[in-house]
């Protein structure tokens, strides 16, 4: 056997898992608020807040993708990491 | 996780009402060989997947079927579209109007509903991958089937884009299996299951 997996992958840094953290926190408020939006498209104090969460979240998963890798098929960076996309760990793994 | 993008893998535009087509291109929707199964086929194997290609390749398989789910929705909806009830009968659609007007439920041609049956996830790569292979053809003639009925050229535009990606897919996944089986032993593939004894 050339290649025996790893039952429990290598876990990701504390660093790694808080910024994660943060992406995941920024993009469920976006998801939220978009669903209060999809309802009440004019409230003023929702859509102000939507466009401060859009940029922080966008700013948050380029500095994650930069370090970490992809979080999106979008996120490869071919000329510096190569397929970068079939790396571990995955998300239902329970490291992340 | 899922994001939704609001287009379509590839373009579907229907301009004319046309419930016979309609009656049986619906079994890519929610039928055997269908593209709500072979979106949970893949998406439910992954999960005990060891090798990373493998995760990658069921994700992303999984992820596309679930566009396609959406193009042929697409395609049912555009050809339920306007229709009149005198339409409705003379195509022998009373029966599924009746129950779901002009929405989309996923069924078979046959008119039996979508059934988690249709698919298996076993938990071992080698029995999975050939399943998936399977699948991908059992797709790719229900589409040919499908092609040696339908002629308006809206219809088989999208129809033949949908029957080319289950051979581009047949093809990932039989190299995904040559992947497993690289990492097994060449003498007995089957000495253990690489998702249970590993």
């Known amino acids: 056997m050339k290649n025996i997996p790893k039952r429990n992958p290598v876990g990701m840094s504390s660093e790694r898992i808080a910024e994660l953290r943060r992406i995941q926190q920024l993009n469920f408020t976006m998801i939220d608020l978009g669903l209060y939006l999809n309802t009440h498209e004019d409230c003023e104090e929702a859509l102000i807040l939507y466009d401060k969460v859009q940029l922080m979240h966008a700013a948050a998963k380029a500095k994650y993708e930069e370090c970490y890798g992809p979080l999106t098929i979008e996120g490869v960076d071919t000329e510096k990491d190569g397929w970068s996309w079939i790396n571990g760990p995955w998300p239902w793994e329970g490291e992340c | ?198």
Request: proline share 5%; glycine share 6%.
């Open chain 2, 1 to 198: 996780m899922w994001t939704y993008e609001k287009k379509l893998e590839y373009p579907v535009n229907i301009k004319n009402p046309n419930p016979a087509m309609a009656k049986f291109i619906i079994t890519q929707v929610g039928g055997p060989d269908g593209e709500l199964a072979a979106s949970q086929r893949y998406l439910s194997q992954r999960y005990s997947m060891p090798y990373d290609e493998g995760k990658a390749i069921l994700t992303d398989i999984g992820t596309e079927e679930l566009a396609h789910l959406e193009m042929v929705s697409a395609i049912i909806h555009q050809l339920t579209r306007n229709m009149t009830i005198e339409q409705i009968k003379a195509a022998g659609m009373e029966t599924y109007f009746v129950d779901h007007t002009a929405g989309i439920y996923p069924q078979a041609a046959a008119g039996f509903p979508f059934d988690a049956k249709v698919f298996a996830s076993k938990g071992d790569a080698i029995t999975d991958l050939f399943e998936d292979m399977a699948a991908e053809q059992k797709a790719r003639t229900t589409y040919d089937n499908i092609l040696r009925m339908v002629d308006d050229p809206d219809v088989i535009d999208p129809i033949r884009y949908l029957r080319q990606r289950e051979i581009n897919h047949f093809q990932r996944f039989g190299e995904t299996l040559r992947i497993v089986q690289d990492n097994l032993n060449s003498k007995n593939f089957y000495a253990m299951n690489p998702e249970f004894d590993f």
